[in-house]
């Protein structure tokens, strides 16, 4: 009895496209008919690995394609799992497996574009409506108590299912052609189609009465590099993930000892994850013997390498009672010790002799490298020469440095390895850490990217020079490096008593948000900069805690002072001709929060915005020594209870009109 069911309204619209739009590459149809077959017989490959209870269990696992060129039909059999009727539904008529509403709203940016976006929405059984003017699908399941059904449809707006007559295992597609499209019961045609685009598939593919199949059968990865076109590593990459934008890079290994195993690995074109590619999580699609046992297998390399797509095959893989895993044998520990030794080695050679390459997967990949480097000490020695880093060197931004670059040029007596960790290039580069260093002519590593601070718990040094951050306490750079020609300074240092009594001032009016107040050594155009007491590598785990949204306190540090600045000269001398409380207060918070803005780890910039507003009219507002900023109403706040997080110690009431006349008076 046939039972008649409606298409969903998106899936109609599919159809209509399909149908009504002219595709000039419309042979793609069969090249997505034909995977479809070979998942399902990779299926029932991998369920007779301990299931016997099958239809047909010696049959063999094997496409066919029969053509009629009278009747205008073109069938594409396989003998894999098979559907029975609700699979079938689920299938073939349900949006969420099918992907066709977002494939339509692809359709329409892009029309053209149909051959190669065809499969990354999972519509691929829909592209045979591009010829089709009807299309059956006959199907039996592998479950011997299953029933066969048959489902029909002419592209319309609705879809028949009926009990059908079918001895053997498995799908048959039978694809009645449309009256223009007799090219497609021509047996050279189909010949043709599928060894440009299936040739690669591992089951055999049989085309009319052949009894040798059409295809080479063997699977890409089990063929000799040497006999494979650039064009099929690509077809085959683009096949496995729907990524038609390519890939950067494939490593193809064959190896016969100590195990005998072969590999095609791939190194994505692009970070950002495809939301319409098949492979939905990490991991290599694992073979033993030709049999793929794991969609998804993460013990085969590191999880600092999980970005890489591809197939790894092993002759020697020994299978578990359990289909679902594979025993933990030394075989699987072998394995991943040598295709990851491998990746590696390609990586190098490639940082090495095509810089320009492999900075180009740096920058997509750098950061699973960089927490390889962190998490993986094993492995250091082979991450660390593909770290490279932005340096101030000749601070321009386009430029990427090795570890070992920067240690030839390491300056006169320098045996430490200096960086800086900023949000960015732009606001690293104007750091005030970088004075001295830019003086002296010393060489800093810019670590910017999210993962860098935590760089320092992983690498804390390199080749016997330890890494030392810009912003530590403990610098001492009076023997490292050439002081060039020192510029005219405008002001000598302040007399120490009297930088005595600015250092007691800003420890009052900072008081728990600052560990102290000192002189500096190192600043030489800054006022001011905040330097790190704790030497510990995880001193910025605070950045990590903020860039996983987790919960933070801000490191209370040192802040130190130039006593050369024009700015010290000017704050200490309003401090001791007793100048107003309220902007000696201001002018203190100011300098401190702009060296947290200069860290990047002010958590609100914008609060500062009123007492900027105050000092740029107090500093504008008369040309003699009484500024009007006094006639503002300014409250300065008792130190907050969590000293870390309130860091905005000055309180601005709103300027009411009468300060304002007075002001202007």
């Not at 793609?28 to 070979?38: G, K, M, P, V």
């Not at 492995?379 to 430029?399: A, I, V």
């Not at 009016?509 to 560990?515: A, C, P, W, Y």
């Not at 200490?572 to 702009?594: H, K, P």
């Amino acid at each position: 009895m046939s039972e008649q069911h409606s298409f969903q309204a998106e899936t109609q619209q599919l159809l209509n496209i399909l149908i009504h739009s002219l595709y000039t590459e419309k042979e793609i149809f069969l090249r997505e008919l034909i995977s479809n077959a070979s998942d399902a017989l990779n299926r029932l490959q991998f369920e007779m690995l301990t299931n016997d209870d099958v239809v047909d269990a010696g049959a063999e696992l094997a496409l066919r394609i029969a053509l009629d060129e009278e009747a205008k039909t073109l069938t594409i059999s396989d003998s894999g799992i098979g559907m029975n009727r609700d699979e079938i539904i689920a299938g073939l008529g349900t949006i969420a497996k099918s992907g066709a509403k977002a494939f339509i709203e692809a359709m329409r940016e892009k029309p053209e574009s149909a051959a190669d976006i065809i499969g990354q929405f999972g519509v691929g059984f829909y592209s045979a409506f591009m010829v089709a003017k009807q299309v059956d699908v006959i199907s039996r399941s592998f479950r011997p108590e299953d029933e066969p059904v048959k489902w029909s449809a002419t592209g319309g707006t609705s879809y028949t299912l009926e009990n059908a007559d079918k001895e053997s295992r498995g799908t048959d597609v039978v694809i009645h052609l449309k009256d223009d499209e007799e090219e497609f019961t021509r047996s050279f045609r189909i010949k043709d189609i599928i060894r440009r685009h299936s040739d690669y598939v591992a089951f055999p593919i049989y085309v009319g009465d052949d009894e040798e199949p059409t295809n080479k059968q063997q699977a890409i990865w089990r063929r000799s590099p040497s006999e494979i076109e650039d064009e099929e590593y690509d077809s085959f990459y683009k096949m496995l993930t729907m990524d038609f934008a390519g890939a950067s890079h494939h490593i193809h290994i064959r190896a016969d000892v100590p195990m005998q195993f072969y590999a095609l690995l791939y190194v994505p074109g692009s970070g950002q994850q495809n939301m319409f590619s098949p492979r939905k999580e990490p991991g290599l699609k694992l073979y033993a013997r030709k049999v793929l046992i794991e969609e998804y297998n993460r013990e085969l390399l590191p999880e600092y390498l999980s970005f890489v797509q591809g197939v790894v095959d092993s002759e020697d893989l020994p299978l578990s009672v359990s289909r679902e895993s594979i025993q933990a044998t030394r075989v699987m520990a072998s394995l991943k010790k040598t295709i990851t030794r491998r990746m590696l080695s390609e990586l190098k050679r490639m940082a090495k002799n095509d810089r320009e390459k492999y900075l180009r997967i740096y920058e997509e990949f750098g950061a699973y490298l960089k927490q390889g480097l962190v998490i993986d000490s094993e492995d250091r020695g082979d991450l660390e020469p593909l770290m490279f880093f932005q340096t101030t060197h000749d601070d321009d931004p386009s430029k990427y440095y090795s570890l070992d670059e920067y240690v030839e040029r390491m300056s006169e007596n320098q045996d430490d390895i200096y960086y800086v960790v900023a949000d960015d290039y732009s606001s690293g580069s104007r750091s005030p850490h970088l004075d001295a260093f830019r003086q002296r002519g010393i060489e800093v590593l810019y670590f910017t990217h999210p993962v860098d601070a935590m760089l320092p718990m992983g690498m804390t040094d390199f080749k016997g020079h330890k890494l030392v951050s810009v912003d530590s306490a403990e610098l001492d750079l009076a023997d490292v490096g050439e002081v060039g020609e020192e510029e005219e300074r405008i002001e000598a240092p302040l007399e120490s008593d009297t930088f005595a009594a600015l250092q007691a001032r800003v420890k009052a009016t900072l008081g728990g948000r600052v560990s102290d107040v000192r002189e500096s050594r190192t600043l030489v155009g800054s006022p001011a900069r905040l330097v790190s007491e704790d030497g510990s590598a995880n001193r910025y785990m605070f950045r990590i805690n903020r860039l996983l949204d987790k919960d933070y306190e801000l490191p209370v540090k040192a802040l130190e002072l130039n006593p050369r600045h024009p700015l010290m000269h000017n704050l200490s001398g309003l401090i001791s001709n007793g100048g107003d409380e309220a902007l000696v207060a201001a002018v203190v918070e100011q300098v401190f929060e702009t060296a947290l803005l200069q860290d990047g780890i002010h958590p609100d910039p914008s609060s500062m915005a009123d007492r900027l507003t105050l000092l740029m009219q107090a500093a504008t507002g008369s040309a003699s020594a009484d500024l009007p900023f006094a006639e503002v109403k300014t409250v300065i706040s008792e130190p907050a209870a969590d000293a870390q997080m309130d860091l905005d110690g000055i309180v601005l009431d709103p300027v009411d009109e009468d300060n304002v006349e007075k002001a202007e008076e």
